[in-house]
DNA sequence: CGCGGCACTAAGCGGGCGCTCACCCGCAGG
DNA sequence: CCTGCGGGTGAGCGCCCGCTTAGTGCCGCG
């Protein structure tokens, strides 16, 4: 079986430590991290079970980077569609269309990311629920802004924050690239939706 | 530690299987179905774990009776909450308060319901599957009438249905019955979303 | 009061798990 | 040409898993 790639872990070295990384997010996102043995995550990278612990310390660590990895990716694109887009609808918009892509077209890592922060060890789930914290974080401010000018009408900005996020993330869960949507359309219709959800007015579309 | 009761498993008999049922859904709910060991859910029926295997086969058809009973009571809530609720506005938020609710209400049982059907094996998943495209096709029909008769103004009624279940869906992810809303409370929230969603225009709220 | 049946237990089997250890290549530096 | 060393392997340790089996206590019934 082919290991499918991935840009978010393109930078990691050596190729060996990418290999399993790759290896060990399809195998998380098919089975779950309970339900997979890192026989199984050295077989899909083309190496021996013990070469898995020259790179990792523990199969937890390998979850805890996949983690990591992914959250900084997904806030990194929320970031960048929020910057310089126009006014609050338009940031509104951007925002929630590029999460929603990356969500669907990263869905194998995305469903890791979100499904299996149970599984990581204390220490490390505390570092990753700071990083959560942001996206959402980003979200609120750009509805807060919008309220603010009159453009978004929303009475439970927290609530309705917590929403769009929780729309958002929730593609990972159901998107299949065998499915009837592309991440594209998917993204559009969610900005949208999201826009209406915000109380934006631009028209009856 | 006490088995919280849950009137979704009242009708179950034995009571030793009730208690089964009740404590694989905790430990189901914390830890996931592969991370959960017979010994566990035994324990916390107050069994031995052999005692298990007399009221069910394996440990996943314990899975598959909580995924069936909590999807059929799922689909029931909606179902009920559609029926004699006024006009296509007053029946979709009826529905997605409800809907919202019973996953805010039973998030544990939710929880398993809705992230731990990958462990199903082949032919129980298939009669779960059956189960859950009714909830879809009951919010696709009050939208595709709401649409029909001009309450609401959906371009893609497929995709906004989709969103508003998975929406509604997603509650069980994150609720926790230590945070800052009730379950009637996000109902409500959820329920004017939906509406927005929609595109229902109700004066400017 | 004896007996069949049934809910339940103590003990444990076979197997696969996460992880380790002793050893082995191939290659850069002297 | 030898040497050291970092990335790799084969074998396997100790543990705990899902599940089974042989036996036990108890209860209704003739």
Redesign the interface.
């Known amino acids: 079986m082919t290991v499918e790639t991935d840009e978010s872990f393109g930078g990691v070295t050596p190729d060996a430590a990418r290999r399993l990384l790759l290896g060990a997010v399809q195998a998380f996102a098919e089975?779950?991290f309970?339900?997979t043995t890192t026989r199984d995550i050295a077989g899909r990278a083309g190496m021996s079970p013990a070469a898995l612990y020259i790179h990792y310390k523990t199969k937890e660590e390998l979850l805890f980077h996949i983690s990591r990895v992914g959250h900084e990716r997904s806030v990194a694109v929320l970031e960048e569609a929020v910057e310089g887009a126009g006014d609050s609808a338009g940031r509104l918009a951007a925002a929630v269309r590029a999460f929603v892509r990356w969500h669907a077209e990263h869905h194998t890592t995305a469903r890791v990311v979100q499904?299996e922060l149970?599984?990581l060890g204390e220490e490390h789930y505390a570092r990753i629920v700071v990083l959560r914290r942001r996206s959402e974080e980003i979200l609120r401010e750009v509805l807060q802004e919008g309220v603010a000018t009159g453009q978004f009408?929303v009475?439970?900005i927290r609530?309705?924050t917590?929403?769009v996020v929780?729309?958002c993330?929730?593609?990972a869960?159901?998107f299949s690239p065998e499915g009837r949507?592309t991440p594209d359309e998917?993204g559009e219709?969610?900005a949208g939706?999201a826009l209406?959800?915000a109380?934006y007015r631009d028209g009856?579309?």
Do not use: K, Q
Request: net charge positive; charged share 25%.
């Open positions: 089975r779950g309970h339900a499904y149970a599984a009408a009475e439970d609530g309705t917590l929403a929780s729309l993330i929730d593609v869960r159901w949507r998917i219709l969610y939706l209406r959800m109380g009856g579309r």
